[in-house]
DNA sequence: CACCAGGTAGATC
DNA sequence: GATCTACATGGT
C-alpha cells in the first residue's frame, strides 16, 4: 500500500515526479515492449495486458517484504507484514480510518529478534533482524544501494544471510529499477521450461537462456509472462499459436 | 498426516 | 558447480 502525504502549500511537481518514477512512467514502455514482443506466447501476453508497468517501490518495504517471502505462501506474507505494521509501525490516519505504516528499520532493530520470533516470523526472523539493525545503524546504506549498477546491487544485497539470488533479483526488479534482473521463482522456471525449453532444467540455465532470448528487458518480459500465467493460466499461453 | 508455499544456507560429492 | 536437506509456520 502507497500512501501519499502532501499539503496545498507544497509544489506540485515534487508529488508528480515521485508518482511518475514510482508508476516508471519514465521509461519508454512502448519501445520495450517492442522488443520483447518476439513469440507469440509474448505477443499474446503483451496483447492482453497493454500498458502493465513494473512499480519502483520503496527499497527498505520491498527488501523485508521479500525476506519474508521465501518459502511461504501469500495469504502468510501479508498476515505477517501486517502484524509488523501493525505492532512497529507509525500509525496514519486519514479521515476517520486508521492504519499503519510499514516499520522502519530502526523500529525492527529496537524490537529485538525474539520480538520478531513471536511474530510467528520462524527462521526469517534474525534475516529480517541483521538487516534491520544494520541499515539503522547506517552500516548498510540503501542510498547507495540505489546507486549501483545491476550486478553490483544484486551482489551486495546477496552478501546478508536469508537474501539469495531470487530475493536479490526481486528487489532489484521491484524497487531499483534493474529491468534486465529475473527473479527465478517455482513460476518463472515453469514457465520458461514450459514454453520455450521444452524440457525441465536447472536455475543457471534458465538465466541463460533468457538472458540471450530476451536481452536486456528481460525483466519486462518476465514481468507480462509470469502476470499472463498467474491470472490466465499458463496452459492456455502453451495453446496460442498464433 | 503428508505435502506445499513467490528460497536459502550449509554440507557433500 | 550440481545436488540434497533442514528450516518455522500455517493451510489443504
Not at 14 to 38: Q, S
Not at 68 to 93: C, H, W
Not at 117 to 122: K, N
Request: charged share 25%; with cysteine; glycine share 6%.
Amino acid at each position: 500500500m502507497l500512501i501519499v502525504e502532501s499539503s496545498a502549500d507544497e509544489e506540485p511537481d515534487r508529488l508528480e515526479a515521485f508518482l511518475r518514477h514510482y508508476l516508471d512512467l519514465n521509461r519508454d514502455l512502448p519501445a520495450i515492449l517492442d522488443a520483447v514482443d518476439i513469440d507469440p506466447f509474448m505477443h499474446h501476453s503483451i496483447e492482453t495486458f497493454w500498458g502493465m508497468r513494473i512499480l519502483n517501490q520503496e527499497v527498505w518495504e520491498c527488501l523485508a517484504s521479500f525476506i519474508l517471502s521465501q518459502n511461504n505462501n501469500v495469504p502468510r506474507i501479508k498476515g505477517i507484514i501486517r502484524t509488523l505494521a501493525t505492532r512497529f509501525g507509525e500509525e496514519i490516519t486519514l479521515e476517520d480510518s486508521v492504519d499503519y505504516a510499514f516499520p522502519t528499520p530502526q523500529a525492527l532493530a529496537d524490537a529485538g529478534v525474539e520480538t520478531l520470533y513471536d511474530c510467528r516470523l520462524g527462521y526469517r526472523a534474525p534475516y529480517l533482524w541483521t538487516v534491520s539493525s544494520e541499515i539503522a545503524a547506517g552500516v548498510f546504506d540503501l542510498e547507495a544501494l540505489k546507486r549501483l549498477p545491476y550486478p553490483e546491487a544484486k551482489r551486495e544485497l546477496m552478501r546478508f544471510k536469508g537474501i539469495g539470488e531470487k530475493v536479490a533479483d526481486c528487489i532489484c526488479l521491484f524497487s531499483l529499477g534493474h529491468v534486465q534482473a529475473l527473479p527465478i521463482d517455482v513460476w518463472v522456471k515453469r514457465i520458461i521450461e514450459q514454453l520455450y525449453l521444452k524440457r525441465q532444467g536447472s536455475i543457471r540455465e534458465i538465466r541463460q537462456f533468457a538472458e540471450d532470448y530476451f536481452g536486456e528487458y528481460l525483466g519486462y518480459a518476465q514481468q507480462y509472462l509470469f502476470h499472463y500465467a498467474r491470472t490466465v493460466g499458463l496452459e492456455d499461453l502453451l495453446t496460442t499459436e498464433s
